[in-house]
């Protein structure tokens, strides 16, 4: 079965570190691009960072950019997003999501259950 | 960055009509040199993370009932679901994928009337 697990998240203190990660299974993760997704609580999605294969391009939203770090360990068939200097907005269930552009569709295809994050003191 | 508005916020319709929700884009998403639409609809249930439902505007995933149906090119979309069933209580997103940051629509509620 494909699958996508995130696990990692919990609370924080805002100021503080968290990295979330996503265990792909039943599928080879080197062959697909990756993205994280966000979505704060009884709000819409945002899409936060994505990966190429290989890792050789990023892109991050705006509102992350330069505090979390997305990368990839294919060996390990593992996503993750290190997210740095975390405050309250930050605060939402984060997805890992497959880019589907290898299936020849190139949208999300294949979702986590997603891991809540909540910063607050 | 692209702005993605979908048309209603919410949304009842009784069981065995259809329901039909609108979403535009600031700028076009069709890309020439393939001639395709980067969009794509998401339908999310309560608890679950969002699942892909439509993709390049009108090709249905695989597994999804035939009953959704995507059009539109350019700017303007549409999903259709010709006969509302139980199990389609949700929210639905648009998305663009044609350049980054990809953007969702701020999501549709279908209820049933």
């Known amino acids: 079965e494909v699958q996508l697990v995130e696990s990692g998240g919990g609370l924080v203190q805002p100021g503080g570190s968290l990295r979330l990660s996503c265990a792909a299974s039943g599928f080879t993760l080197s062959n697909y691009e990756m993205n994280w997704v966000r979505q704060a609580p009884g709000k819409g999605l945002e899409w936060v960072s994505y990966?190429?294969?290989?890792?050789?391009?990023?892109y991050s939203a705006d509102s992350v950019k330069g505090r979390f770090t997305i990368s990839r360990d294919d060996a390990k068939n593992s996503l993750y997003l290190q997210m740095n200097s975390l405050r309250a907005e930050d605060t939402a269930v984060y997805y890992c999501?497959?880019?589907?552009?290898?299936?020849?569709?190139?949208?999300?295809?294949?979702w986590g259950q997603g891991t809540m994050v909540t910063v607050s003191s | 960055d692209i702005v993605m508005t979908q048309s209603p916020d919410s949304l009842a319709v009784s069981l065995g009509e259809r329901a039909t929700i609108n979403c535009k884009s600031s700028q076009s998403v069709l890309y020439s040199s393939d001639n395709k639409n980067y969009l794509a609809w998401y339908q999310q249930k309560p608890g679950q993370p969002p699942k892909l439902l439509i993709y390049w505007a009108s090709t249905r995933e695989s597994g999804v009932p035939d009953r959704f149906s995507g059009s539109g090119s350019g700017t303007d979309f549409t999903l259709t679901i010709s006969s509302l069933q139980v199990e389609d209580v949700a929210v639905y997103y648009c998305?663009?994928?044609?350049?980054?940051?990809?953007?969702f629509g701020q999501g549709t509620k279908l209820e049933i009337k």
């Open positions: 998305q663009q994928y044609y350049s980054t940051p990809y953007t």
């Open positions: 999501a497959r880019d589907g552009y290898s299936s020849g569709l190139d949208a999300f295809d294949i």
């Open positions: 990966i190429s294969t290989s890792g050789g391009k990023i």
